[in-house]
């Protein structure tokens, strides 16, 4: 949008809404300079490749000037619009903070477009305490639009910024609010936290489709899942990576030290080893592993002593002979005579 246009658009509304006496015509100026605002705001460049940190904290105010003007229009995504700026600023507390104000918003009260209005819905709007505001002011409180994201815009998420390259995006803003939500703690490293919002975002599309007004939105919806299962998958891969590599360095040592000690064991058994007895290293060490306090397994055959399966003939006087018996033995388990 021209930065002229808004500003004459946005004074305009500003005049009119603080010198107009009907409040139904008042509300109606604040509800569309709302609107004004929330398609303004996706048009502030936050991060010019050649700007220097004043004028990016210039745009950054601006920014968010603009958003905390955008909150009149519906009950919810203005407010998630704002979280998705703090989203974008890195600033995952404050997008958390906002998230966890909008989702109890969702409630079965509130009004959908394209929805269907049901008896309750009807009751509601003979209150006293309503039934004295205007249509439009009501739409504050009771009204929750789709999130709408313009061509280009600069808030909507990095994972999604190719959806918004070549037209405007409509996402069901219930499932977006536990999108959010999801990609914050992602960024937060809080993985299991994760896997619980996906469960709750897939409850919200399979079971609260009454959130959606239309196929397109509840197919929009699914996307948004997909794209989540997407990156908490990389996401895992890489902790289960990290995790290899630091029981690599740290605790079993790394994939060549493993090597070198699964070729020294061999060399120092049979250079310990005699003419009486036999030397083999076992256990972890044997395999090569070096955990910090683990037991040495050592293994001593005595070359003197022959076992068998059955009685050998003939038998050798300077031997001991031990037979393996197996009647009555359990399999696993054998006994000797």
């Not at 996706?42 to 968010?64: E, H, M, T, V």
């Not at 519906?74 to 619009?81: P, R």
């Not at 994201?149 to 070549?166: G, K, M």
């Not at 055959?301 to 033995?329: A, G, W």
């Amino acid at each position: 949008m021209n930065n002229a246009l808004f500003r004459s658009s946005f004074r305009r509304g500003i005049q009119k809404a603080v010198t107009c006496d009907q409040s139904t015509i008042k509300y109606s100026y604040i509800y569309y300079m709302s609107m004004l605002n929330s398609l303004r705001a996706q048009s502030i460049s936050l991060n010019g490749a050649n700007s220097n940190n004043k004028y990016q904290y210039r745009q950054y105010k601006s920014c968010l000037s603009t958003l905390l003007q955008n909150i009149y229009h519906d009950a919810v995504s203005g407010w998630l619009m704002l979280a998705s700026f703090f989203y974008k600023e890195k600033q995952y507390s404050k997008a958390l903070r906002i998230i966890m104000y909008s989702i109890p918003k969702y409630s079965y009260e509130k009004m959908y477009n394209e929805m269907k209005m049901a008896d309750s819905h009807q009751q509601i709007l003979k209150w006293k305490s309503l039934q004295k505001k205007s249509i439009v002011h009501l739409w504050k409180f009771i009204l929750i639009d789709d999130m709408i994201f313009e061509q280009n815009s600069v808030l909507i998420p990095d994972e999604l910024q190719i959806e918004v390259n070549d037209q405007p995006l409509a996402i069901p803003s219930s499932a977006y609010a536990y999108f959010l939500w999801f990609l914050c703690h992602y960024h937060l490293n809080n993985v299991s936290i994760c896997q619980d919002i996906l469960k709750d975002l897939r409850f919200e599309i399979l079971n609260k489709k009454h959130l959606m007004a239309n196929l397109l939105l509840i197919v929009l919806g699914h996307n948004l899942l997909g794209v989540a299962f997407q990156i908490l998958e990389f996401k895992t891969q890489d902790i289960s990576i990290a995790l290899y590599r630091c029981m690599c360095q740290n605790i079993v040592g790394t994939e060549d030290r493993v090597q070198q000690i699964r070729l020294m064991n061999p060399v120092r058994d049979n250079l310990s080893g005699d003419m009486h007895r036999t030397i083999t290293t076992s256990g972890s060490f044997g395999e090569g592993l070096s955990i910090r306090g683990i037991d040495l397994d050592m293994m001593y055959l005595n070359k003197s002593v022959e076992v068998f399966e059955y009685v050998p003939t003939p038998l050798n006087p300077n031997r001991t002979y031990v037979v393996m018996q197996t009647d009555d033995i359990k399999l696993g388990f054998h006994g000797c005579v």
